[in-house]
Each structure stands twice: as C-alpha cells, then as structure tokens.
C-alpha cells in the first residue's frame, strides 16, 4: 500500500508517518510510504519509506506519483494562520494553488484509468468558523472564516469535495482544533499559546499567556489527533456524509481549567509559573470557542481524549524534553 504524506516533516506529519510504519493502514499489507516536506529526516530513513524534499507542488513528485500513484493520501501541509496574515501571497500559494496542483496530480493518473481513486484525508481547520457566540453549536455549523487561513481551510474542502464528486479522489476533510502541544518554536499559530502552557508548567518556566485564564478553546492531543486521521482514512466511502467533511469531537475548556490540570499533574502552583495579559483580537479569535456537539461524527468513530485527565497525560507523556519557551 502506497502511502503520501505532505508536511511529513511537521509535528503533525511526522508523528503520524512514525505512526503508520508501526501500525499499516491495512494489516498485512506491504508499506510504501513516500514523505513530502522543505526539511528532510532527521534520521536515516526505512528501506520503504522515501523522502521528496521540497513543495508537494513540486513538478519532480508528480513524476515518481505517476509511477507510482498513492493509494491514500494525508494532506498537512500549509501555512499557519499568523504567517498566512502576514504573508498573503505565500498563504495562497501554498493552501490553494499549490493544494490544487497536488489534486490534479493525484487526479491525472486516475483519469487515464491507470489508478484508482486515492483516499484523500485533507487536515482542514476549525478556523473556517471564524468568530463564534457563546451558544453551543454542532457539526452543522456554517463556516464563516475571519482570517485567510480559515478561507483558505474551507475553499480547500470544497475543492477535495468536487474532486470526489467526479471520482477523481475519494476525499475527505477533518475540521481539526488546536492540537497540544506543538513545539515551542512554532510560532507561526495563534493558537501557540495552547501549547506554551505545557512546555512552561513542565520547564518550570515562566509564561505569559495572551488570553486571559477564562478563555474558552478546544482541545485535542497529538495522539489522539493520529487516531482520528487514520480512522478517516479508513472509513468506507459508503459512510461519508455529502458535503465529505467531519468536524471530529473536541474537549472544550477553559485555558485555567487546562492550566490547573497540567500543574496538578506536575505538583505545582500555577500562580507561580503563568500569568495573564489577555490581547483583546487573540482572545476573540481563538480563546471564545463555545461547547461543541458532534453525533454525527462520534457514531462514525472518531473521538476526543476523554476528560482533560486524560488529554494532560497524553501531551506531558509526549514531551521528550523539556525545551524552551518563547
């Protein structure tokens, strides 16, 4: 089984392509896994697994997929929502025409009936939504995105839509919150501050969080976040709902409610480590998320991490170092 993953180079990514040569997609089937990123492996690569660096874009990729056509693709890569602010022209090079060129290149062997029609599992954001009340909304919630980035997410899932609708992939979007803890040197989020919390209280460092400790967002661990990735990729298609986007199940907390659970955990007072200077813009865009209610796509499988016990363990258990906070 041919697998493709783009920005297998970023947290996200290269958990999950360390995920994947662990646990196949399909049990009993020989792995190819070609990985697509600018920064190449830190370490040496396994016999299946073969790197392209550079933009999955790129002119040279598309002639090793023609080749060999994947037969399930993970789309990640892009650029965050800050750097897609100030950087206009490279978040739209990089979330749509390039995303548009991947498609037409995943789409051309299938076309010549030289393939089948790959699994497309695209890693869309809840920035679609733009600003929310403070109602409790559901997974029937109407985007309407307040940043590019978030224009950017949502025009994409129609373009993975209409390229299912011809049979040209078999596509589908997951509507993914702020994923803990994204390493510190990520900076190019909004939502970092979700992840700083972790690296200070377990550093033992001083933070400085830009959204005051009322602020209500959504959460979700890395792991859990690869379990729904993959179990997107393996739902059948028969199950996909018409629009062939889910918004995954969230844990919806306060950041003090999140705050207090990682400082139980590592036996420390949280007065001592975090403060709060609350920037009015980064609070309504990302720290006033409502309750999220999503039986749709809890009764096709996916999850959230259970309780925020739970999401704590998970995102401290996955820290290796302690590393440092900006």
Same mark, same amino acid.
């Given at each position: ?17 360390? =995920? /994947?040569?662990? +646990? ?6 020989? /792995? ?6 600018? +920064? ?11 790197? @392209? ?29 800050? /750097? ?23 789409? =051309? ?30 997974? =029937? ?18 373009? +993975? ?12 979007? /997951? ?13 190019? @989020?909004?939502? *970092? ?21 009322? *602020?209500?967002?959504?959460? !979700? ?9 993959? @179990? ?7 199950? !996909? ?22 400082? @139980? ?49 998970? +995102? ?11």
């Amino acid at each position: 089984m041919h697998v493709l993953v783009t920005g297998a180079g970023g947290f996200i990514g290269a958990a999950l392509a360390e =995920r /994947l040569q662990s +646990v196949p997609l399909v049990p009993g089937l020989p /792995l190819r896994l070609t990985l697509v990123d600018r +920064v190449g492996p830190r370490v040496p690569s396994a016999p299946a697994v073969h790197w @392209h660096i550079g933009g999955f874009a790129d002119r040279a990729l598309f002639e090793v997929l023609e080749d060999h056509p994947p037969d399930c693709v993970f789309h990640l890569a892009s650029v965050p929502g800050s /750097l897609a602010e100030r950087e206009p022209g490279l978040g739209v090079q990089a979330n749509l025409l390039d995303t548009v060129a991947l498609c037409e290149g995943l789409a =051309r062997p299938v076309r010549e009936g030289r393939a089948r029609a790959p699994r497309l599992v695209f890693a869309s954001s809840v920035a679609v939504y733009g600003a929310l009340g403070t109602q409790a909304v559901d997974e =029937r919630q109407g985007p309407q995105p307040t940043l590019s980035y978030g224009v950017h997410k949502w025009m994409t899932e129609l373009l +993975v839509a209409d390229y299912g609708r011809r049979g040209d992939i078999d596509g589908c979007s /997951l509507r993914l919150p702020g994923i803990v803890a994204r390493p510190p040197t990520e900076t190019g @989020h909004g939502s *970092a501050f979700m992840s700083q919390i972790f690296h200070a209280l377990r550093a033992r460092q001083m933070y400085t969080c830009p959204v005051s400790a009322q *602020a209500t967002a959504w959460w !979700m661990s890395l792991q859990c976040c690869l379990d729904n990735l993959v @179990h997107a990729a393996r739902l059948p298609t028969r199950g !996909m709902p018409t629009a062939r986007c889910w918004q995954p199940p969230v844990l919806q907390s306060s950041v003090g409610d999140v705050v207090q659970a990682i400082a @139980h955990a590592q036996g420390l007072d949280p007065k001592d480590w975090i403060r709060y200077a609350p920037d009015a813009r980064t609070e309504a865009l990302f720290g006033c998320l409502p309750a999220l209610r999503t039986p749709q796509s809890e009764a096709a499988g996916f999850r959230h991490d259970g309780s925020l016990e739970s999401l704590v363990t998970r +995102v401290l258990g996955g820290l290796h170092s302690p590393g440092m906070v900006a």
